[in-house]
């Protein structure tokens, strides 16, 4: 089954209700922006671009020392601020910024929620 742009923007509106979320960017696996939440556009692009570096980095990091893909991919400033990168199956990436108050257990969890969804809709489970 395909997933259609619309779609998948209902599967992943339950990220922007975790407290703390500033924003999400949606990105091809080559980092182009697909969509987002972001109002700034130069920032869509400045994420989705570095998204695909970062989580090609982390990945290989992860699998050169032998543990496999990496799932999530947490960048962590001084302040508790910070972003997730995870694939998203064929569809590519998304990155999801945070502030520091954001709970984290609750945004992991509301993510693998969301892979969920998405690899079940677009038969890629």
Do not use: Q
């Not at 543990?67 to 995870?86: F, H």
């Amino acid at each position: 089954m395909s997933l259609d742009l619309e779609s998948l923007r209902k599967i992943i509106d339950p990220v922007t209700r975790v407290a703390g979320v500033e924003g999400f960017v949606i990105s091809s696996s080559d980092g182009l922006p697909l969509f987002s939440s972001l109002t700034d556009k130069d920032l869509e692009e400045k994420v989705a671009a570095l998204t695909a570096v970062l989580s090609e980095v982390g990945n290989r990091a992860s699998t050169e020392l032998g543990k496999g893909e990496a799932e999530w991919i947490t960048v962590n400033a001084p302040d508790g601020s910070g972003i997730i990168y995870t694939k998203l199956g064929e569809i590519g990436y998304m990155a999801v910024l945070f502030g520091k108050d954001t709970r984290l257990g609750v945004l992991l969890y509301t993510l693998k929620d969301i892979k969920r969804r998405i690899a079940e809709a677009a038969g890629f489970s």
